[in-house]
């Protein structure tokens, strides 16, 4: 007799806490992020996640982001409200040579957008800061420590909370790699890769250095950030299933 039932992906579901770092508020917390990961046989992925940002004016987004085999953004849909009210909502599908979306935002109506691309996009910026580690996928170690440039990139939002939008908005980003690190946080201990954001041409305000860590096992799992500057925020996984 055939089997009736078939599951040949693999999922995680996790959460993220958002916290303030400035004195007057250490340690509060700001914000939380509940994702999954659902990770398909050919080695597709999709994430979907919902982010509450507490701080006024408050944010909260919905997307779900997918990859192809080779980590490659193909679509998104991001969904955003902020200090409780309907700001946007839009889909965005990347191609060979090609990005574009179709929004609907309560500041510019309805807005479609094509961006042309060398290739295939490198990646793509939701603001789920699940999705934050994916882009260090892009990172080559062989090559030794230093600063290396993704040149194709593209944002939902410019603003750093992503609360704007959303529509498409082209930028570049420098990463560093730090090392290999052992570190504990409250989802559990991980063998990690710490790197850091330390530039983003394009943005209209410059993004202060972003430590962050993933998992060092080729799945690019976040496992905590921390952002200084005028931002002073940190996040860290809390929580994760499998």
Known sequence: MSKILQRDHRSVRGTIQYTSKKPERMD?????????????????RTCIAHCEIDDRPSVMRDITYSLDEN??????????????RFMGTG???FE?????????????????????????????????IACDAWHLRLY????????QGIEQMLLSSPDHRGATGPMLF????GIEYVGEEH????????????????????LPQEHPPYDMWCTNDEEFLFLKGEVMGYMQTAYELVELME
Request: proline content about 3%; aromatic content about 12%; some cysteine.
């Open 96 to 128: 060979d040579g090609f990005a574009e979306c179709e929004t609907s935002t309560s500041l510019e109506g309805r807005v479609t957008q094509r961006m042309e691309t060398n290739g295939r996009l490198d990646t793509f910026q939701n603001h789920a």
């Open 170 to 173: 082209r930028i570049g980003l």
């Open 28 to 44: 509060e917390e700001r914000g939380r992020e509940y994702f999954m990961i659902n990770v398909h046989s050919d080695g597709r």
């Open 183 to 202: 570190i504990e946080v409250q989802a559990g201990s991980f063998d990690a890769l710490h790197y850091r954001f330390v530039s983003s041409p394009g």
């Open 71 to 84: 980590w490659a953004p193909t679509d998104c849909f991001v969904r955003l409200t902020v200090a409780d």
């Open 91 to 93: 889909w965005f599908r």
């Open 140 to 147: 080559d170690r062989s090559k030794g420590p230093g600063v």
